[in-house]
């Protein structure tokens, strides 16, 4: 049995084109700071068919400009390596699964689109334990490792009372027309590996759950699910009553995420009896993505302040004080189309870039309760893009935590020095502020 339903409810001048610099040597570059995630992994597990058993499903992602190519007579190859590891407890393997794979295109460009991939999954029956998956990507062509890893903490399906399974978040939920490893009932449901939702066109969280009957009969039952934002706190709530659940339940939820600030979040699900029983719980993290229009969607006022690297003081202000909506969307629109190079209309690879900046400055630099973008390594970062080379002591004797950030490829080049003054993460950018004149 399967249900669908929804529930409504100092400006500086920016490096010409914002072009995306191509790899370069990195010197001590941190890699959690400057690479984009181009391999991801997730987990969620179900009841499986034989009592005492669940079925653990490994998602994978692989984009295709992770990967390297060679020329071929049809095209472009490129050839990878996927090992999956299933720890237990105490480190020893329960199950192992290697598989080859490759990717063929015509040309060259679609080796570069970042917006391309693979999405594959691999089904463990496992017994009750705590486990931890450990992934590696072999790319065979450029010889490049990427490693990921994520725990799966043990979760009880055939207790007393009813049960809820893992939370898997999902891409796409569509009626099955074929024999497919993603089919759940008679539903085709596809992962949502990175848990990324939102961006400029889509304006729904998806997922999947299974709800499973304990060995007591249960004659009342109802699904609480909330949504949290990881600042904001308390963003939505629902509740879906249930009579007694006798059988396992395929539950496809939707939720519109329009209004919702972009950001990091906590979905919450509770399956809860009378007088407020609670039978089970279990919260999920997922990130609703920053971008131009969601942030102009939701926020115009804090979208315009994002463009203080980029925009005059007067330029932010003729957008502020837009008289009417329609003069808003004209004026916001106008300012990215005359810094379009390509002349594309409302979408633009400037806008997508600088707006791509600003997202992983909030990702990655962070701290306390300051927004990366905000902070003056996430200054540069929008400014400049990533940087050629980058120096990192973290953990010198003789001198508080510093970086060296190097940009060869500018005329003239320049280099950054950020200290972390109070030992909390906080790299402050010195002088001299342009990073030229040493």
């Known amino acids: 049995m399967i249900r669908t339903f929804s529930a409504i ?43 005492g058993l669940t079925s653990l499903e490994i998602y994978y992602k692989i984009f295709y400009d992770g990967l390297s190519y060679q020329k071929t007579p049809d095209g472009y190859q490129a050839d990878y390596e996927i090992a999956i590891s299933v720890e237990g407890e105490k480190g020893q393997q329960i199950e192992g699964v290697i598989r080859d794979g490759s990717i063929k295109v015509k040309t060259f460009a679609e080796t570069r689109r970042p917006h391309d991939f693979v999405i594959n999954m691999v089904s463990v029956q496992l017994d009750k334990q705590d486990v931890t998956v450990r992934a ?7 010889e490049n490792v990427y490693q990921e890893e994520r725990e799966v903490k043990d979760r009880d399906y055939w207790g007393k009372y009813p049960s809820l399974s893992r939370i898997e978040f999902c891409r796409e939920i569509s009626p099955s027309g074929q024999d497919s490893k993603f089919n759940k009932g008679d ?58 659940i ?19 979040y906590e979905l919450e699900v509770r399956l809860e009896g009378r007088r407020g029983k609670v039978y089970d719980k279990i919260i999920e993290e997922f990130e609703l993505l920053l971008t131009a229009e969601t942030i102009y ?15 005059t003081k007067q330029e932010r202000k003729d957008l502020k004080n837009a008289p009417t909506p329609a003069e808003r969307r004209e004026r916001w629109d106008e300012f990215w189309q005359l810094r379009d190079r390509y002349e ?16 992983h400055a909030d990702r990655y630099f962070s701290v306390m309760k300051k927004d990366g973008w905000k902070t003056t390594r996430g200054m540069i970062y929008i400014t400049y893009g990533e940087p050629d080379e980058v120096e990192d002591y973290p953990f010198e004797l003789a001198t508080k935590p510093y970086q060296v950030w190097l940009y060869y490829r500018l005329s003239p080049p320049r280099k950054f020095v950020f200290i972390d003054e109070w030992g909390d993460g906080n790299y402050e950018l010195q002088p001299p502020y342009n990073g030229i004149d040493w």
């Open 297 to 311: 969607r939701t926020d115009f006022d804090l979208a315009v302040e994002m463009l203080r690297y980029l925009a």
């Open 136 to 142: 590696a990507l072999t790319d065979k062509v450029g």
């Open 246 to 264: 006798s059988e396992n339940l395929h539950e496809a939820r939707t939720i519109n995420v329009a209004d919702f600030m972009p950001g990091d």
């Open 344 to 359: 594309h209309n409302r979408e633009n690879p400037t806008k997508e870039e600088y707006f791509r900046r600003v997202r």
């Open 187 to 244: 539903q085709w449901v596809v992962p949502a590996v990175t848990r990324q939702f939102g961006g400029d066109f889509d304006t729904t969280l998806t997922f999947y759950q299974e709800i499973y009957p304990g060995r007591t009969d249960v004659k009342y039952t109802k699904i609480i699910t909330r949504v949290y934002h990881r600042v904001k706190g308390f963003v939505y709530v629902d509740t879906v009553n249930y009579g007694d």
């Open 9 to 51: 409810v100092f400006t500086m001048t920016l490096v010409v084109g914002l072009a995306t610099a191509a790899p370069a040597q990195t010197g001590y570059r941190t890699k959690s700071e400057f690479q984009e995630a181009r391999f991801a992994i997730d987990a969620a597990d179900f009841r499986a068919d034989k009592e």
